[in-house]
C-alpha cells in the first residue's frame, strides 16, 4: 500500500500479526495466576500472619545451617533464617502457632537465651499480631481496588470508553500475574509487595497512556488505512521509548536485587517482574484490545 511506505519510519514490526496468540498466552497465565492464587495462596510475610521478626549481627563467623538446626530445636514453630548483606547480619522470622503478644514476647526471649553464649548485637525487634495482620490485608486490598478505580476514571476522561476498558483489563492482567508469580513461586508477600502492586499499576498505565496517545494521533491522520495498521505504526513509533523506558529501570531493579539485600528483596523481585508484564501488556495486550472492543477510528477529539 503507498501510504505505508510514506508513514513507516523507524522499526516496522507487525505486532498485531500474533495478537491472537498474544491474548491467549495472556488469558493462559492470567487463569493460571487465579488457579495458584485460590489453590496454593500466597506466602504472606508476618506482616500479615504475625510473628516475630529479629535482626542480629554475630561478631564472629558463624555457620547458617547450624544456627537454623539449633533454632528448629526451639520448638517455636515456622522459623526462617536469611542473611542480609554480610554473613554474619542474619534475619530470624518466627511465624508462631499461637499468635498473641505474650506467646510473641516469649518467642522474642526464647530465641534471645538462645543466643546466649555468642557475642551478637540485636539489631531490631518486632512482632505482628493477627489482628493487625488481618486490617493490613483489607487495607492493602482496598488500597488496590481503589487506585484500579481511579485510573479506570482517569482513561475514561481522557479517551473513549473502549480504551478504558481496554487499560483497566490490562492493569488487572498485571496485578494478578504479579500475585500469580509469588503464589507459583511462594515468595514472600508482605507489605513491601503491596506497594510494589501499586507502583507496578502505576508504571503500567503510564506506558498504555504514551501509547494510546500514540494510537489516538494516528487515528486522526489515516483514516485510509486498517486500525491493525494504526496500532503498528503506533507501537513501532513509541517502541524506542518503551524498550529504554524499561531496560534503564530493569538496570536499576537489577543493582538494587544484587546489593540492597533482603530487607528490600520481597519489593524489588515484584518491580522486576512487574516492569516486565507491563511492558509486554502495553504492547500485546492493551494495544490488541482496542481491535476487539471496536474503538472508534473516526474519533477526533
Given at each position: 500500500m503507498p501510504i505505508l511506505r510514506i508513514i513507516k519510519t523507524g522499526t516496522d514490526i507487525k505486532f498485531m500479526k500474533i495478537k491472537r496468540l498474544t491474548l491467549f498466552i495472556?488469558?493462559?497465565?492470567?487463569?493460571?495466576?487465579?488457579?495458584?492464587?485460590?489453590t496454593k495462596g500466597l506466602n504472606l510475610g508476618i506482616d500479615f500472619t504475625g510473628g516475630s521478626l529479629i535482626e542480629v549481627r554475630f561478631k564472629e563467623?558463624?555457620?547458617?545451617?547450624?544456627?537454623?538446626?539449633?533454632?528448629?530445636?526451639?520448638?517455636?514453630?515456622?522459623?526462617?533464617?536469611q542473611t542480609i548483606g554480610s554473613e554474619n547480619d542474619v534475619v530470624i522470622r518466627a511465624q508462631d502457632k499461637i499468635n498473641d503478644a505474650s506467646t510473641q514476647t516469649k518467642t522474642i526471649e526464647v530465641i534471645k537465651n538462645s543466643l546466649k553464649d555468642k557475642s551478637v548485637d540485636y539489631r531490631r525487634t518486632e512482632f505482628v499480631g493477627p489482628k493487625v495482620g488481618g486490617e493490613l490485608v483489607n487495607a492493602g486490598i482496598i488500597a488496590v481496588i481503589f487506585s484500579l478505580i481511579g485510573i479506570l476514571f482517569y482513561i475514561w476522561l481522557r479517551f473513549q470508553w473502549n480504551f478504558a476498558i481496554g487499560a483497566?483489563?490490562?492493569?488487572?492482567?498485571d496485578v494478578i500475574l504479579t500475585l500469580g508469580f509469588f503464589s507459583v513461586l511462594q515468595l514472600e508477600f508482605n507489605l513491601a509487595t503491596v506497594?510494589?502492586?501499586?507502583?507496578?499499576?502505576?508504571?503500567?498505565?503510564?506506558?498504555?497512556?504514551?501509547?494510546y496517545d500514540r494510537i489516538r494521533e494516528t487515528m486522526r491522520k489515516y483514516k485510509q488505512i486498517t486500525?491493525?495498521?494504526?496500532?503498528?505504526l503506533s507501537l513501532n513509533g513509541t517502541l524506542s521509548r518503551t524498550l529504554m523506558t524499561s531496560l534503564t529501570t530493569l538496570l536499576a531493579l537489577t543493582a538494587l536485587f544484587i546489593f540492597g539485600g533482603v530487607v528490600i528483596s520481597s519489593f524489588i523481585i515484584a518491580l522486576i517482574w512487574g516492569v516486565?508484564?507491563?511492558?509486554?501488556?502495553?504492547?500485546?495486550?492493551?494495544?490488541?484490545?482496542?481491535?476487539f472492543l471496536k474503538a472508534d477510528k473516526r474519533y477526533n477529539e
Open positions: 495472556s488469558s493462559f497465565l492470567f487463569l493460571l495466576s487465579l488457579f495458584s492464587i485460590f563467623n558463624i555457620s547458617l545451617n547450624n544456627l537454623r538446626i539449633k533454632m528448629n530445636k526451639l520448638n517455636l514453630g515456622e522459623i526462617q533464617l483497566i483489563i490490562a492493569l488487572i492482567h506497594a510494589a502492586v501499586l507502583t507496578i499499576a502505576g508504571y503500567s498505565i503510564n506506558d498504555t497512556v504514551v501509547i486500525f491493525d495498521e494504526i496500532i503498528n516486565i508484564i507491563g511492558t509486554y501488556s502495553s504492547l500485546y495486550v492493551a494495544s490488541p484490545l482496542l481491535i
